[in-house]
Protein backbone atom coordinates (compact mmCIF):
# COMPACT_ATOMS: atom_id res chain seq x y z
CA UNK A 1 0.00 0.00 0.00
CA UNK A 2 1.59 2.81 -1.18
CA UNK A 3 0.35 6.46 -1.56
CA UNK A 4 2.05 9.83 -2.67
CA UNK A 5 2.56 11.86 0.92
CA UNK A 6 2.20 8.72 3.07
CA UNK A 7 5.87 7.55 4.92
CA UNK A 8 6.28 4.03 3.00
CA UNK A 9 5.71 2.02 6.97
CA UNK A 10 5.64 -1.15 4.94
CA UNK A 11 1.96 -0.92 4.86
CA UNK A 12 0.40 -4.14 2.71
CA UNK A 13 -2.99 -6.13 2.14
CA UNK A 14 -3.51 -9.55 0.79
CA UNK A 15 -5.58 -11.58 -2.15
CA UNK A 16 -7.99 -14.34 -0.82
CA UNK A 17 -5.86 -16.80 -3.15
CA UNK A 18 -3.43 -16.77 -5.55
CA UNK A 19 -5.62 -19.26 -7.31
CA UNK A 20 -6.22 -19.27 -11.08
CA UNK A 21 -8.40 -18.24 -13.56
CA UNK A 22 -9.95 -15.45 -12.00
CA UNK A 23 -13.70 -15.98 -11.04
CA UNK A 24 -15.73 -13.85 -9.13
CA UNK A 25 -15.01 -14.13 -5.08
CA UNK A 26 -12.50 -16.58 -5.30
CA UNK A 27 -9.08 -14.26 -5.86
CA UNK A 28 -10.01 -10.86 -4.57
CA UNK A 29 -8.81 -8.44 -2.14
CA UNK A 30 -11.64 -8.46 0.38
CA UNK A 31 -11.50 -6.09 3.61
CA UNK A 32 -13.53 -8.82 5.63
CA UNK A 33 -10.80 -11.97 4.36
CA UNK A 34 -8.09 -9.53 5.30
CA UNK A 35 -9.21 -8.38 8.64
CA UNK A 36 -10.06 -12.66 9.47
CA UNK A 37 -6.80 -13.02 8.83
CA UNK A 38 -5.11 -10.34 11.31
CA UNK A 39 -7.84 -12.22 13.71
CA UNK A 40 -5.94 -15.62 13.10
CA UNK A 41 -2.79 -13.90 13.77
CA UNK A 42 -4.37 -12.36 16.97
CA UNK A 43 -5.55 -15.99 18.31
CA UNK A 44 -1.58 -17.47 17.45
CA UNK A 45 -0.32 -14.76 19.34
CA UNK A 46 1.73 -13.59 16.99
CA UNK A 47 0.82 -9.37 17.55
CA UNK A 48 2.64 -7.56 15.90
CA UNK A 49 2.17 -9.45 12.49
CA UNK A 50 -1.64 -8.87 13.47
CA UNK A 51 -1.63 -5.06 14.25
CA UNK A 52 0.51 -4.77 11.53
CA UNK A 53 -1.94 -6.02 8.99
CA UNK A 54 -5.04 -4.82 10.51
CA UNK A 55 -3.82 -1.33 10.72
CA UNK A 56 -2.86 -1.46 6.80
CA UNK A 57 -6.19 -2.83 6.14
CA UNK A 58 -8.52 -0.40 7.61
CA UNK A 59 -6.16 3.00 6.64
CA UNK A 60 -6.30 1.62 2.95
CA UNK A 61 -10.15 1.59 3.15
CA UNK A 62 -11.05 4.11 5.94
CA UNK A 63 -8.75 6.57 5.21
CA UNK A 64 -7.31 6.05 1.78
CA UNK A 65 -10.49 4.90 0.13
CA UNK A 66 -12.87 7.13 -1.97
CA UNK A 67 -15.12 7.36 1.08
CA UNK A 68 -13.67 8.62 4.24
CA UNK A 69 -14.60 5.67 7.41
CA UNK A 70 -15.66 3.17 4.64
CA UNK A 71 -15.66 -0.27 5.44
CA UNK A 72 -15.68 -1.49 1.59
CA UNK A 73 -16.13 -4.82 0.21
CA UNK A 74 -13.20 -4.74 -2.07
CA UNK A 75 -9.74 -2.98 -2.11
CA UNK A 76 -8.58 -0.57 -4.87
CA UNK A 77 -5.70 -3.14 -5.20
CA UNK A 78 -8.14 -5.85 -6.31
CA UNK A 79 -7.39 -6.23 -9.94
CA UNK A 80 -10.79 -7.35 -11.52
CA UNK A 81 -13.15 -4.99 -9.46
CA UNK A 82 -11.23 -1.73 -8.07
CA UNK A 83 -13.03 -0.86 -4.49
CA UNK A 84 -16.66 -1.70 -4.63
CA UNK A 85 -19.25 -1.03 -2.22
CA UNK A 86 -19.77 1.30 0.92
CA UNK A 87 -20.39 0.09 4.44
CA UNK A 88 -20.48 -3.52 3.62
CA UNK A 89 -21.72 -5.99 6.19
CA UNK A 90 -18.76 -8.54 6.09
CA UNK A 91 -16.11 -6.23 7.30
CA UNK A 92 -18.27 -4.03 9.77
CA UNK A 93 -18.85 -6.98 11.55
CA UNK A 94 -15.04 -9.08 11.65
CA UNK A 95 -13.48 -5.26 12.00
CA UNK A 96 -15.86 -5.20 15.10
CA UNK A 97 -14.53 -8.89 16.30
CA UNK A 98 -11.20 -7.79 15.89
CA UNK A 99 -11.31 -4.66 17.77
CA UNK A 100 -12.55 -6.29 20.34
CA UNK A 101 -11.57 -9.87 20.45
CA UNK A 102 -7.93 -9.28 18.82
CA UNK A 103 -6.67 -5.63 19.77
CA UNK A 104 -8.28 -6.08 23.35
CA UNK A 105 -8.52 -9.60 23.53
CA UNK A 106 -12.04 -8.99 25.43
CA UNK A 107 -13.20 -13.18 25.07
CA UNK A 108 -16.10 -13.28 27.76
CA UNK A 109 -16.95 -17.03 27.92
CA UNK A 110 -20.73 -16.77 29.94
CA UNK A 111 -21.01 -20.80 30.08
CA UNK A 112 -18.52 -21.10 31.87
CA UNK A 113 -18.27 -17.98 34.24
CA UNK A 114 -14.92 -16.32 33.26
CA UNK A 115 -14.33 -13.17 31.16
CA UNK A 116 -10.69 -14.31 29.42
CA UNK A 117 -8.93 -10.64 28.55
CA UNK A 118 -6.01 -11.49 26.71
CA UNK A 119 -5.00 -8.08 24.76
CA UNK A 120 -3.19 -8.11 22.12
CA UNK A 121 -1.47 -4.80 21.97
CA UNK A 122 2.14 -4.22 20.38
CA UNK A 123 4.29 -4.55 22.78
CA UNK A 124 5.69 -0.87 22.28
CA UNK A 125 2.39 0.46 23.23
CA UNK A 126 2.42 2.49 26.72
CA UNK A 127 -1.19 2.89 26.83
CA UNK A 128 -4.69 2.25 24.87
CA UNK A 129 -7.92 1.85 26.36
CA UNK A 130 -11.50 0.55 24.82
CA UNK A 131 -15.08 1.92 26.00
CA UNK A 132 -18.18 -0.29 24.64
CA UNK A 133 -21.18 -1.11 26.42
CA UNK A 134 -19.78 -4.24 27.76
CA UNK A 135 -16.85 -3.18 29.06
CA UNK A 136 -14.18 -0.43 30.13
CA UNK A 137 -10.87 -1.37 29.21
CA UNK A 138 -7.58 0.77 30.03
CA UNK A 139 -3.55 0.43 30.14
CA UNK A 140 -1.07 2.70 31.00
CA UNK A 141 2.76 1.59 30.99
CA UNK A 142 4.66 4.08 33.62
CA UNK A 143 8.31 2.16 33.42
CA UNK A 144 8.08 -1.06 35.28
CA UNK A 145 4.61 -0.82 36.28
CA UNK A 146 1.42 -1.75 33.78
CA UNK A 147 -1.88 -0.55 35.32
CA UNK A 148 -5.28 -2.14 34.03
CA UNK A 149 -8.80 -0.48 34.60
CA UNK A 150 -10.90 -3.47 33.67
CA UNK A 151 -14.70 -2.53 34.37
CA UNK A 152 -17.23 -5.14 33.09
CA UNK A 153 -20.91 -4.45 32.19
CA UNK A 154 -21.91 -8.14 31.33
CA UNK A 155 -25.28 -8.80 32.61
CA UNK A 156 -23.48 -12.22 33.75
CA UNK A 157 -21.24 -11.82 36.49
CA UNK A 158 -18.22 -13.47 35.61
CA UNK A 159 -14.34 -14.58 37.27
CA UNK A 160 -11.95 -12.55 35.56
CA UNK A 161 -8.73 -14.00 33.76
CA UNK A 162 -6.37 -11.35 32.35
CA UNK A 163 -3.43 -12.84 30.49
CA UNK A 164 -1.16 -10.57 29.49
CA UNK A 165 2.96 -10.55 28.12
CA UNK A 166 5.87 -10.95 30.55
CA UNK A 167 7.50 -7.53 29.98
CA UNK A 168 10.28 -8.64 32.01
CA UNK A 169 11.49 -12.10 33.39
CA UNK A 170 10.37 -11.71 36.83
CA UNK A 171 7.50 -10.60 38.93
CA UNK A 172 7.99 -8.47 42.10
CA UNK A 173 4.56 -7.77 42.92
CA UNK A 174 1.00 -8.03 41.70
CA UNK A 175 -2.58 -6.18 43.33
CA UNK A 176 -5.63 -6.07 42.35
CA UNK A 177 -7.69 -3.76 43.76
CA UNK A 178 -4.78 -2.94 46.43
CA UNK A 179 -4.45 -6.99 47.77
CA UNK A 180 -1.23 -9.19 46.64
CA UNK A 181 -2.79 -11.62 43.57
CA UNK A 182 -0.96 -15.22 42.60
CA UNK A 183 -0.27 -15.17 39.55
CA UNK A 184 0.58 -18.60 36.71
CA UNK A 185 2.86 -18.82 33.88
CA UNK A 186 1.37 -20.11 30.80
CA UNK A 187 4.29 -22.83 29.93
CA UNK A 188 2.74 -23.62 26.46
CA UNK A 189 2.73 -20.07 25.20
CA UNK A 190 4.28 -19.83 21.47
CA UNK A 191 6.46 -16.17 20.95
CA UNK A 192 6.51 -14.75 23.42
CA UNK A 193 5.62 -15.10 27.37
CA UNK A 194 2.84 -14.48 29.04
CA UNK A 195 1.09 -14.34 32.44
CA UNK A 196 -2.23 -15.45 33.62
CA UNK A 197 -3.84 -13.43 36.60
CA UNK A 198 -6.76 -15.42 38.21
CA UNK A 199 -9.90 -13.06 39.81
CA UNK A 200 -13.12 -13.18 41.20
CA UNK A 201 -16.13 -11.63 40.49
CA UNK A 202 -15.65 -7.67 41.11
CA UNK A 203 -17.75 -4.97 39.65
CA UNK A 204 -14.34 -3.20 38.80
CA UNK A 205 -10.57 -4.33 38.89
CA UNK A 206 -7.15 -1.85 39.44
CA UNK A 207 -4.73 -4.57 39.01
CA UNK A 208 -0.95 -3.32 39.37
CA UNK A 209 1.89 -5.75 38.30
CA UNK A 210 5.45 -4.44 38.90
CA UNK A 211 7.82 -5.75 36.92
CA UNK A 212 11.60 -6.61 37.76
CA UNK A 213 14.92 -8.10 35.89
CA UNK A 214 15.31 -8.08 31.96
CA UNK A 215 13.33 -7.91 29.12
CA UNK A 216 12.75 -11.93 27.57
CA UNK A 217 15.73 -12.80 25.45
CA UNK A 218 15.07 -13.03 21.49
CA UNK A 219 17.61 -15.88 20.26
CA UNK A 220 19.99 -15.27 17.69
CA UNK A 221 20.80 -17.38 14.30
CA UNK A 222 21.09 -16.68 10.56
CA UNK A 223 17.63 -17.01 9.02
CA UNK A 224 18.89 -18.53 5.60
CA UNK A 225 20.73 -21.42 5.58
CA UNK A 226 22.20 -24.51 2.68
CA UNK A 227 20.86 -27.14 3.10
CA UNK A 228 23.32 -29.72 4.33
CA UNK A 229 25.01 -26.55 5.90
CA UNK A 230 24.78 -25.73 9.99
CA UNK A 231 21.94 -24.33 12.09
CA UNK A 232 23.26 -22.29 15.30
CA UNK A 233 21.24 -20.80 17.74
CA UNK A 234 22.41 -18.96 20.96
CA UNK A 235 20.28 -17.35 23.69
CA UNK A 236 21.66 -15.22 26.64
CA UNK A 237 20.17 -15.47 30.01
CA UNK A 238 17.96 -17.95 29.32
CA UNK A 239 17.92 -21.93 29.18
CA UNK A 240 16.97 -24.24 26.15
CA UNK A 241 15.32 -26.75 27.86
CA UNK A 242 13.25 -28.47 25.41
CA UNK A 243 13.88 -28.51 21.15
CA UNK A 244 10.45 -29.49 19.26
CA UNK A 245 11.23 -30.45 15.16
CA UNK A 246 7.96 -30.91 13.78
CA UNK A 247 9.27 -30.60 10.48
CA UNK A 248 11.99 -32.89 10.67
CA UNK A 249 14.92 -30.86 9.44
CA UNK A 250 17.64 -31.40 11.85
CA UNK A 251 20.28 -33.39 11.52
CA UNK A 252 22.56 -34.93 15.17
CA UNK A 253 21.61 -31.31 17.22
CA UNK A 254 23.86 -30.50 20.20
CA UNK A 255 22.34 -28.77 22.64
CA UNK A 256 23.57 -26.76 25.01
CA UNK A 257 22.00 -24.51 28.12
CA UNK A 258 22.23 -21.83 25.88
CA UNK A 259 22.90 -22.69 22.40
CA UNK A 260 21.51 -25.45 20.17
CA UNK A 261 23.48 -26.76 16.85
CA UNK A 262 22.74 -28.86 14.15
CA UNK A 263 22.92 -29.65 11.02
CA UNK A 264 19.70 -29.09 8.46
CA UNK A 265 18.26 -31.52 6.15
CA UNK A 266 15.42 -31.50 3.61
CA UNK A 267 14.22 -29.37 0.68
CA UNK A 268 14.40 -25.63 0.04
CA UNK A 269 11.45 -23.30 1.73
CA UNK A 270 10.44 -21.96 5.20
CA UNK A 271 10.72 -24.19 8.27
CA UNK A 272 10.75 -23.64 11.86
CA UNK A 273 11.64 -25.55 14.95
CA UNK A 274 10.97 -24.72 18.27
CA UNK A 275 12.85 -24.00 21.79
CA UNK A 276 11.25 -24.06 25.01
CA UNK A 277 13.36 -21.65 27.24
CA UNK A 278 13.58 -21.31 30.72
CA UNK A 279 14.19 -17.67 32.22
CA UNK A 280 14.14 -16.72 35.62
CA UNK A 281 10.27 -16.66 36.21
CA UNK A 282 8.63 -17.34 33.08
CA UNK A 283 9.34 -20.24 30.25
CA UNK A 284 7.25 -20.00 26.78
CA UNK A 285 8.22 -21.62 23.04
CA UNK A 286 10.38 -19.48 21.03
CA UNK A 287 10.18 -20.18 17.25
CA UNK A 288 13.23 -20.30 15.37
CA UNK A 289 12.27 -19.80 11.73
CA UNK A 290 14.39 -19.67 8.94
CA UNK A 291 14.60 -20.84 5.21
CA UNK A 292 16.45 -23.49 3.56
CA UNK A 293 18.54 -22.35 0.33
CA UNK A 294 19.86 -24.80 -2.32
CA UNK A 295 23.88 -24.31 -2.14
CA UNK A 296 23.63 -24.08 -5.87
CA UNK A 297 20.71 -21.45 -7.14
CA UNK A 298 20.29 -20.94 -11.06
CA UNK A 299 18.59 -17.65 -11.47
CA UNK A 300 16.27 -17.12 -14.98
CA UNK A 301 14.03 -14.06 -16.04
CA UNK A 302 10.47 -15.70 -16.81
CA UNK A 303 11.01 -13.74 -20.04
CA UNK A 304 13.86 -14.52 -22.12
CA UNK A 305 15.30 -12.82 -25.38
CA UNK A 306 14.74 -14.50 -28.98
CA UNK A 307 17.30 -17.39 -30.05
CA UNK A 308 18.96 -16.68 -26.33
CA UNK A 309 19.39 -18.28 -23.09
CA UNK A 310 20.56 -16.07 -20.16
CA UNK A 311 20.51 -16.73 -16.58
CA UNK A 312 22.97 -16.42 -13.81
CA UNK A 313 24.23 -19.17 -10.76
CA UNK A 314 24.57 -17.74 -7.65
CA UNK A 315 26.68 -19.58 -5.01
CA UNK A 316 24.79 -19.63 -1.73
CA UNK A 317 27.89 -20.97 0.55
CA UNK A 318 30.45 -19.69 1.93
CA UNK A 319 32.91 -21.72 -0.58
CA UNK A 320 33.73 -21.52 -4.01
CA UNK A 321 32.23 -23.69 -6.15
CA UNK A 322 33.79 -25.37 -9.06
CA UNK A 323 32.25 -27.35 -11.55
CA UNK A 324 31.14 -27.87 -14.90
CA UNK A 325 28.10 -25.59 -16.66
CA UNK A 326 26.00 -27.99 -18.71
CA UNK A 327 23.20 -26.94 -21.69
CA UNK A 328 21.02 -29.89 -23.05
CA UNK A 329 22.08 -33.48 -23.49
CA UNK A 330 23.95 -35.06 -26.06
CA UNK A 331 26.57 -34.49 -28.42
CA UNK A 332 24.73 -31.05 -29.26
CA UNK A 333 24.64 -30.02 -25.81
CA UNK A 334 26.58 -26.35 -24.02
CA UNK A 335 29.85 -27.31 -21.90
CA UNK A 336 31.53 -24.82 -19.83
CA UNK A 337 34.20 -24.86 -16.64
CA UNK A 338 33.41 -22.82 -14.10
CA UNK A 339 34.40 -21.59 -10.63
CA UNK A 340 31.97 -19.19 -8.55
CA UNK A 341 32.79 -16.92 -6.16
CA UNK A 342 31.59 -17.76 -2.20
CA UNK A 343 28.21 -15.76 -1.66
CA UNK A 344 27.61 -14.62 -4.93
CA UNK A 345 26.70 -14.44 -8.61
CA UNK A 346 28.25 -15.79 -11.88
CA UNK A 347 28.76 -13.42 -14.50
CA UNK A 348 25.24 -13.46 -16.88
CA UNK A 349 25.83 -16.92 -19.50
CA UNK A 350 24.32 -16.21 -22.35
CA UNK A 351 23.66 -19.35 -24.55
CA UNK A 352 23.81 -19.13 -27.94
CA UNK A 353 20.52 -20.76 -30.22
CA UNK A 354 22.85 -23.39 -31.64
CA UNK A 355 23.29 -25.22 -28.55
CA UNK A 356 19.32 -24.70 -27.46
CA UNK A 357 15.67 -25.96 -28.83
CA UNK A 358 12.21 -24.18 -28.92
CA UNK A 359 10.66 -24.12 -25.76
CA UNK A 360 12.74 -26.07 -22.39
CA UNK A 361 16.36 -26.15 -22.02
CA UNK A 362 18.28 -27.97 -19.64
CA UNK A 363 20.53 -26.24 -17.51
CA UNK A 364 22.59 -27.92 -14.85
CA UNK A 365 26.03 -27.21 -12.71
CA UNK A 366 27.64 -30.44 -11.92
CA UNK A 367 29.79 -30.43 -8.93
CA UNK A 368 31.91 -32.72 -7.23
CA UNK A 369 29.77 -32.26 -3.92
CA UNK A 370 26.18 -32.19 -3.05
CA UNK A 371 25.94 -29.06 -4.53
CA UNK A 372 24.58 -29.80 -8.05
CA UNK A 373 21.89 -28.51 -9.24
CA UNK A 374 19.33 -28.53 -12.18
CA UNK A 375 16.30 -26.26 -13.52
CA UNK A 376 14.57 -25.66 -17.37
CA UNK A 377 14.54 -22.71 -18.44
CA UNK A 378 12.07 -22.02 -21.35
CA UNK A 379 12.24 -19.93 -24.94
CA UNK A 380 9.66 -19.72 -26.71
CA UNK A 381 11.26 -17.63 -29.08
CA UNK A 382 13.94 -19.50 -30.46
CA UNK A 383 13.96 -20.93 -33.76
CA UNK A 384 14.58 -24.57 -34.20
CA UNK A 385 16.98 -25.27 -37.20
CA UNK A 386 15.56 -25.99 -40.81
CA UNK A 387 17.56 -29.22 -40.73
CA UNK A 388 15.73 -30.60 -37.45
CA UNK A 389 14.78 -34.50 -37.89
CA UNK A 390 10.78 -33.92 -37.16
CA UNK A 391 8.49 -37.36 -36.47
CA UNK A 392 4.98 -37.00 -35.61
CA UNK A 393 3.20 -40.13 -33.67
CA UNK A 394 -0.07 -41.01 -35.41
CA UNK A 395 -2.42 -40.81 -32.36
CA UNK A 396 -5.40 -41.07 -34.76
CA UNK A 397 -6.71 -44.64 -33.30
CA UNK A 398 -6.56 -43.43 -29.88
CA UNK A 399 -8.45 -40.43 -30.57
CA UNK A 400 -11.71 -40.75 -28.89
CA UNK A 401 -13.39 -37.65 -29.19
CA UNK A 402 -13.61 -33.92 -31.27
CA UNK A 403 -12.36 -30.96 -28.70
CA UNK A 404 -15.58 -29.18 -29.52
CA UNK A 405 -17.50 -31.86 -27.21
CA UNK A 406 -15.67 -30.96 -24.20
CA UNK A 407 -18.75 -28.78 -22.63
CA UNK A 408 -21.23 -30.93 -24.40
CA UNK A 409 -20.86 -33.75 -22.16
CA UNK A 410 -22.81 -34.20 -18.82
CA UNK A 411 -20.06 -34.77 -16.26
CA UNK A 412 -22.40 -36.49 -13.81
CA UNK A 413 -20.00 -39.18 -11.91
CA UNK A 414 -18.26 -39.36 -9.43
CA UNK A 415 -20.19 -36.50 -7.33
CA UNK A 416 -21.13 -36.11 -3.94
CA UNK A 417 -24.38 -37.58 -3.47
CA UNK A 418 -25.12 -34.76 -0.41
CA UNK A 419 -25.85 -31.09 -0.92
CA UNK A 420 -23.14 -29.37 -2.24
CA UNK A 421 -21.54 -26.57 -4.04
CA UNK A 422 -20.83 -28.33 -7.67
CA UNK A 423 -19.33 -27.58 -10.63
CA UNK A 424 -22.30 -27.09 -12.81
CA UNK A 425 -23.04 -30.83 -15.44
CA UNK A 426 -21.18 -29.44 -18.69
CA UNK A 427 -17.80 -29.20 -16.87
CA UNK A 428 -17.55 -25.30 -16.06
CA UNK A 429 -19.37 -22.23 -14.33
CA UNK A 430 -19.33 -20.86 -11.04
CA UNK A 431 -21.52 -20.11 -8.22
CA UNK A 432 -23.07 -16.77 -9.59
CA UNK A 433 -23.32 -18.14 -13.11
CA UNK A 434 -23.93 -22.06 -13.28
CA UNK A 435 -25.07 -21.54 -16.90
CA UNK A 436 -21.57 -20.88 -18.42
CA UNK A 437 -21.45 -22.60 -21.96
CA UNK A 438 -18.06 -21.38 -23.46
CA UNK A 439 -18.57 -21.41 -27.94
CA UNK A 440 -15.76 -24.01 -29.08
CA UNK A 441 -15.05 -24.08 -32.14
CA UNK A 442 -12.50 -25.91 -34.01
CA UNK A 443 -12.91 -24.61 -37.84
CA UNK A 444 -10.19 -22.37 -37.75
CA UNK A 445 -7.68 -25.27 -36.72
CA UNK A 446 -8.59 -28.03 -39.30
CA UNK A 447 -8.94 -25.55 -42.05
CA UNK A 448 -4.90 -24.62 -41.47
CA UNK A 449 -4.47 -28.53 -41.67
CA UNK A 450 -6.13 -28.67 -44.42
CA UNK A 451 -5.83 -31.94 -46.16
CA UNK A 452 -2.17 -32.24 -45.51
CA UNK A 453 -3.68 -32.97 -41.94
CA UNK A 454 -0.59 -30.23 -40.50
CA UNK A 455 0.10 -27.04 -38.78
CA UNK A 456 3.25 -25.83 -38.47
CA UNK A 457 4.33 -23.05 -35.42
CA UNK A 458 6.46 -20.28 -36.60
CA UNK A 459 9.06 -22.03 -34.80
CA UNK A 460 9.41 -24.44 -37.20
CA UNK A 461 7.87 -26.96 -34.74
CA UNK A 462 4.75 -29.44 -36.96
CA UNK A 463 1.84 -30.95 -35.63
CA UNK A 464 -0.51 -33.80 -37.42
CA UNK A 465 -4.08 -32.99 -36.54
CA UNK A 466 -7.37 -34.05 -38.98
CA UNK A 467 -8.57 -31.20 -41.21
CA UNK A 468 -11.47 -32.82 -41.74
CA UNK A 469 -14.45 -32.00 -39.63
CA UNK A 470 -15.91 -35.31 -39.07
CA UNK A 471 -12.93 -36.77 -37.69
CA UNK A 472 -12.24 -37.21 -33.94
CA UNK A 473 -9.20 -35.04 -33.18
CA UNK A 474 -8.72 -35.57 -29.30
CA UNK A 475 -7.74 -38.04 -26.74
CA UNK A 476 -9.47 -36.56 -23.25
CA UNK A 477 -8.83 -38.11 -20.34
CA UNK A 478 -9.81 -37.37 -17.07
CA UNK A 479 -11.58 -38.75 -13.28
CA UNK A 480 -14.85 -37.40 -14.78
CA UNK A 481 -16.68 -41.13 -15.64
CA UNK A 482 -16.95 -39.95 -19.36
CA UNK A 483 -13.88 -40.52 -20.16
CA UNK A 484 -10.76 -42.91 -19.26
CA UNK A 485 -8.55 -41.38 -16.28
CA UNK A 486 -5.07 -42.51 -18.27
CA UNK A 487 -3.96 -43.64 -21.90
CA UNK A 488 -0.68 -45.51 -22.97
CA UNK A 489 0.73 -44.50 -26.56
CA UNK A 490 3.72 -46.77 -27.52
CA UNK A 491 6.95 -45.31 -28.32
CA UNK A 492 10.17 -46.74 -29.91
CA UNK A 493 13.44 -45.10 -31.26
CA UNK A 494 15.21 -42.35 -29.56
CA UNK A 495 14.71 -38.50 -29.16
CA UNK A 496 16.33 -35.72 -27.85
CA UNK A 497 12.78 -33.52 -27.15
CA UNK A 498 9.09 -33.95 -27.74
CA UNK A 499 6.01 -31.59 -28.35
CA UNK A 500 2.63 -31.99 -27.40
CA UNK A 501 -0.66 -30.21 -28.60
CA UNK A 502 -2.56 -29.86 -25.83
CA UNK A 503 -6.09 -28.56 -24.44
CA UNK A 504 -8.70 -29.31 -21.40
CA UNK A 505 -10.29 -27.75 -18.89
CA UNK A 506 -9.10 -26.62 -15.46
CA UNK A 507 -10.84 -24.34 -12.38
CA UNK A 508 -9.74 -22.06 -9.80
CA UNK A 509 -10.31 -24.91 -7.26
CA UNK A 510 -7.48 -27.10 -9.27
CA UNK A 511 -5.40 -24.23 -9.24
CA UNK A 512 -1.49 -24.25 -7.72
CA UNK A 513 -1.42 -27.79 -7.84
CA UNK A 514 -0.60 -30.20 -10.55
CA UNK A 515 -4.01 -31.46 -12.61
CA UNK A 516 -2.49 -34.57 -14.69
CA UNK A 517 1.05 -35.54 -15.60
CA UNK A 518 2.20 -36.63 -19.20
CA UNK A 519 5.17 -39.48 -18.57
CA UNK A 520 7.38 -40.64 -20.82
CA UNK A 521 9.23 -44.06 -19.96
CA UNK A 522 12.46 -45.26 -21.54
CA UNK A 523 13.15 -49.02 -22.06
CA UNK A 524 15.16 -48.84 -18.78
CA UNK A 525 11.86 -48.05 -16.86
CA UNK A 526 13.67 -44.72 -16.42
CA UNK A 527 11.07 -41.93 -16.53
CA UNK A 528 10.73 -38.05 -18.01
CA UNK A 529 7.62 -36.39 -16.67
CA UNK A 530 5.69 -32.97 -17.42
CA UNK A 531 3.29 -32.05 -14.61
CA UNK A 532 0.38 -30.33 -15.61
CA UNK A 533 0.15 -27.88 -12.65
CA UNK A 534 -2.11 -24.97 -13.12
CA UNK A 535 -1.53 -22.15 -13.77
CA UNK A 536 2.26 -22.80 -14.56
CA UNK A 537 1.89 -25.87 -17.37
CA UNK A 538 -1.41 -26.09 -17.90
CA UNK A 539 -3.84 -23.81 -19.69
CA UNK A 540 -7.82 -23.57 -19.97
CA UNK A 541 -9.11 -24.20 -23.73
CA UNK A 542 -11.96 -21.33 -22.48
CA UNK A 543 -8.88 -18.51 -21.77
CA UNK A 544 -5.94 -17.03 -21.14
CA UNK A 545 -4.44 -16.60 -17.26
CA UNK A 546 -3.88 -13.34 -16.00
CA UNK A 547 -0.38 -11.86 -14.79
CA UNK A 548 0.21 -8.60 -12.98
CA UNK A 549 2.89 -9.84 -10.34
CA UNK A 550 0.98 -10.00 -7.71
CA UNK A 551 -2.30 -11.51 -6.54
CA UNK A 552 -2.43 -13.02 -10.16
CA UNK A 553 1.21 -14.50 -11.17
CA UNK A 554 2.77 -16.94 -13.51
CA UNK A 555 5.71 -18.56 -12.56
CA UNK A 556 6.47 -19.85 -16.24
CA UNK A 557 6.44 -17.68 -19.49
CA UNK A 558 3.41 -17.68 -21.84
CA UNK A 559 3.34 -20.94 -24.01
CA UNK A 560 2.12 -20.90 -28.02
CA UNK A 561 -1.59 -20.84 -28.17
CA UNK A 562 -3.40 -22.14 -31.35
CA UNK A 563 -6.54 -20.76 -31.22
CA UNK A 564 -8.81 -22.99 -32.41
CA UNK A 565 -11.46 -20.97 -34.25
CA UNK A 566 -9.00 -18.83 -36.47
CA UNK A 567 -6.04 -21.16 -36.40
CA UNK A 568 -3.65 -18.16 -35.35
CA UNK A 569 -1.01 -19.00 -33.09
CA UNK A 570 0.66 -16.64 -30.98
CA UNK A 571 1.71 -15.87 -27.55
CA UNK A 572 0.62 -12.46 -27.09
CA UNK A 573 -2.92 -11.97 -27.56
CA UNK A 574 -4.99 -9.42 -26.10
CA UNK A 575 -7.96 -9.44 -28.27
CA UNK A 576 -10.57 -11.20 -25.99
CA UNK A 577 -14.01 -12.17 -24.88
CA UNK A 578 -16.43 -11.52 -22.35
CA UNK A 579 -18.17 -14.15 -21.31
CA UNK A 580 -21.19 -12.73 -18.84
CA UNK A 581 -20.22 -13.69 -15.20
CA UNK A 582 -17.13 -15.98 -15.88
CA UNK A 583 -14.15 -13.94 -17.64
CA UNK A 584 -13.40 -10.84 -19.60
CA UNK A 585 -10.27 -12.93 -21.29
CA UNK A 586 -12.08 -15.39 -23.39
CA UNK A 587 -10.54 -16.46 -26.38
CA UNK A 588 -13.25 -16.94 -29.16
CA UNK A 589 -13.65 -20.52 -29.97
CA UNK A 590 -11.06 -21.86 -27.49
CA UNK A 591 -7.32 -22.39 -27.46
CA UNK A 592 -4.80 -25.33 -27.46
CA UNK A 593 -1.86 -24.66 -25.87
CA UNK A 594 1.99 -26.08 -26.74
CA UNK A 595 3.59 -27.73 -24.58
CA UNK A 596 7.59 -30.07 -24.20
CA UNK A 597 9.95 -32.21 -22.66
CA UNK A 598 13.27 -32.37 -23.16
CA UNK A 599 14.74 -36.14 -23.63
CA UNK A 600 17.65 -38.21 -23.20
CA UNK A 601 18.59 -38.62 -26.90
CA UNK A 602 20.85 -41.64 -25.80
CA UNK A 603 18.04 -44.03 -24.56
CA UNK A 604 15.27 -46.32 -25.87
CA UNK A 605 11.74 -44.75 -25.96
CA UNK A 606 9.35 -47.28 -24.46
CA UNK A 607 5.68 -45.33 -24.13
CA UNK A 608 3.86 -42.37 -22.94
CA UNK A 609 1.56 -42.11 -20.48
CA UNK A 610 -1.35 -39.32 -20.33
CA UNK A 611 -2.76 -38.91 -17.18
CA UNK A 612 -5.59 -37.31 -15.10
CA UNK A 613 -4.82 -36.64 -11.07
CA UNK A 614 -7.51 -34.05 -10.15
CA UNK A 615 -11.47 -33.84 -9.89
CA UNK A 616 -13.13 -31.86 -12.50
CA UNK A 617 -10.99 -31.46 -14.96
CA UNK A 618 -10.44 -32.66 -18.35
CA UNK A 619 -6.76 -33.25 -19.84
CA UNK A 620 -6.67 -33.62 -24.04
CA UNK A 621 -3.97 -34.31 -26.22
CA UNK A 622 -4.24 -33.70 -30.05
CA UNK A 623 -0.70 -34.30 -31.21
CA UNK A 624 2.99 -35.59 -30.51
CA UNK A 625 6.22 -34.35 -32.32
CA UNK A 626 9.63 -35.77 -31.66
CA UNK A 627 13.13 -34.81 -32.46
CA UNK A 628 14.67 -37.49 -33.91
CA UNK A 629 18.63 -37.26 -33.56
CA UNK A 630 19.77 -36.91 -37.37
Sequence with gaps: ????????????????????????????????????????????????????LWKSALLESMSLGSSPGNFQQLSFYDAMRGELYRDFADPIGVASRTLVEGLFGVLPNALSDTLLIRPGLPRDWNSASLVIPDILFDFKRNHYFDIYTIIPKFPKKMNLKLQVFANMDSIESIKVNGKESSWNNIEKTVGYPIIEIPCTYEEEYLIKIKWKGQP?????????????????????????????????????????????????????????????????????????????????????????????LTFSIHNNTSKIKKGILLVNKGISGFRQELAIQPESNSKLINIPDNYLVTGTNMVGFKCDDVSSVEKSIANWDIQNSENEKWEEINLSKYFNDKVTNIFENKYLSPRSPYPTLQLPWQGIGNWCSPLVKPNIDDTGLRRRAGNNNKIVLPQGIPFTTPGDVKEKNIIFTSLWDNYPDKIIIPLSGKSSHAYFLMTGSTNPMQSQFTNGNIIIEYMDNQEECLQLRNPDTWWPIEQDYYDDEFAFSLNEPKPERVHLKTGYITRDFDDYVSIKGFTSRAIDGGAATVFDIPLNPLKELKQLKLETTANEVVIGLMSITLIRDK
Design 1 to 52: IKVNGLPDNGYYTLSTTDWQPYTWSVNSVALAEVLHTTLAYWQAGRVESAFK
Design 216 to 308: PVEPSYDSFITRDDSLSVFVQNARIMKVYDPQKVLKNPVKGNNYLHSQIIGEKGHRTIFLKLKQEQISWWAPISFEIENPIDINAPIEQKSNL
